[in-house]
């Protein structure tokens, strides 16, 4: 009996140092799932299936770690976290509906833009804003509000985005999506509730381990159209690779110099990468197929300047933020994490 327990202990800790490093390395998973997904694409189209259940399983890890105790703190700053919200995800995308319906241009890539402004903030908003040496609070605070708002504010979107489909897509998808926020985020706080009232570093780490390798299997599946039109198009992808990189940077710079410009200059980083790194991906798991699969190369372009604004715009945050990253900024515990 004795000796089954060691064993148990062993493996206990084993997997949390495994954890524990992967959780510390982090960016490099989401950099090695980037080359493998494009490298290999047969690898990409193994994981493929699985992107849904992945996000899905992602917003439960994000869900997780956050725990409803900080997510009620995390919104205490209510107004810039609606103002941002309604801006960044609902104002916006419909300017860009009305601006592409006026101009006549239909097609996957301005569906593709159009669902990437109308899409939360990523997961990892608060943590690649500690990443470049800015307070992750306000990023938390959207990122959460923005996840909750979601089908809410993706409703009249879809009614002006033809390619969507007609009104019972538009209307199953906004159903699938909220059903699928309120599952993952009601098992999370559920979990906490009784099993992790008071999760630890350690257990934190290994939440956020598990997140990486995740995130680092969800890119893997993303990347399977790229990799394929890589060798059979590079001139299409080039364009979309361009064009992700355009609206992600461009929404970055934009939101970050506004709110700098206006005497906000603590939310110019936070609320910058909030701006342009978008959950995109989620929309897997509401829309059928046959639409998604369209999406799937600028999808999966989407993810690289995610994943490497660290990288690239680090320099320029750490400038125009205070560049101090607040451990306890609205209860958040991600302030002690390196995880993206």
């Known amino acids: 009996m004795l000796e089954k327990?060691?064993?148990?202990?062993?493996m206990f800790t084993a997997t949390g140092n495994a954890l524990g490093f992967a959780a510390a390395q982090a960016r490099f998973f989401l950099i090695a799932g980037l080359v493998i997904g494009i490298a290999s694409p047969a690898a990409a189209e193994t994981a493929k299936p699985w992107i849904a259940e992945m996000i899905a399983g992602l917003l439960f890890l994000a869900a997780l770690r956050?725990?409803?105790r900080s997510l009620i703190g995390a919104l205490s700053d209510f107004r810039h976290s609606l103002v941002a919200t309604l801006v960044f995800q609902l104002l916006l995308p419909i300017a860009l509906a009305l601006s592409f319906l006026l101009i006549g241009w239909t097609g996957t890539l301005p569906t593709a833009l159009i669902l990437m402004a109308a899409a939360a903030p990523v997961s990892g908003s608060p943590h690649l804003a500690i990443m470049t040496g800015n307070d992750p609070a306000p990023a938390?605070?959207?990122m959460t509000m923005g996840t909750a708002l979601l089908p809410l504010t993706v409703l009249p979107v879809f009614w002006l985005t033809p390619e969507l489909g007609g009104a019972d897509v538009i209307l199953s998808a906004a159903a699938r999506l909220?059903?699928?926020i309120a599952l993952a985020v009601g098992a999370a706080f559920l979990l906490r509730r009784f099993l992790l009232p008071d999760p630890g570093v350690q257990a934190?780490?290994?939440i956020d381990g598990l997140s990486a390798i995740l995130m680092g299997i969800v890119v893997v599946g993303l990347m399977s159209s790229v990799g394929r039109t890589l060798l059979s198009n590079p001139s299409d992808l080039a364009l979309n690779l361009a064009i992700a990189?355009?609206?992600n940077f461009l929404l970055q710079f934009v939101a970050a110099e506004f709110l700098k410009r206006t005497g906000s200059q603590h939310l110019a980083a936070p609320l910058g990468i909030t701006a342009g790194n978008?959950?995109?991906?989620l929309f897997l798991t509401a829309l059928p197929a046959s639409v998604t699969d369209a999406l799937l190369l600028f999808i999966g372009c989407y993810q690289i300047p995610m994943y490497l604004t660290p990288f690239m715009l680090g320099r320029y945050y750490r400038i125009h933020g205070p560049g101090k990253a607040s451990a306890g900024g609205a209860g958040n515990p991600a302030a002690r994490s390196r995880t993206p």
């Open 66 to 68: 956050v725990g409803p």
């Open 140 to 142: 938390l605070r959207v």
């Open 204 to 206: 934190t780490r290994m």
């Open 245 to 247: 990189f355009g609206a």
């Open 278 to 281: 978008r959950n995109i991906a």
């Open 5 to 10: 327990s060691g064993t148990m202990q062993r």
């Open 178 to 180: 909220l059903a699928v």
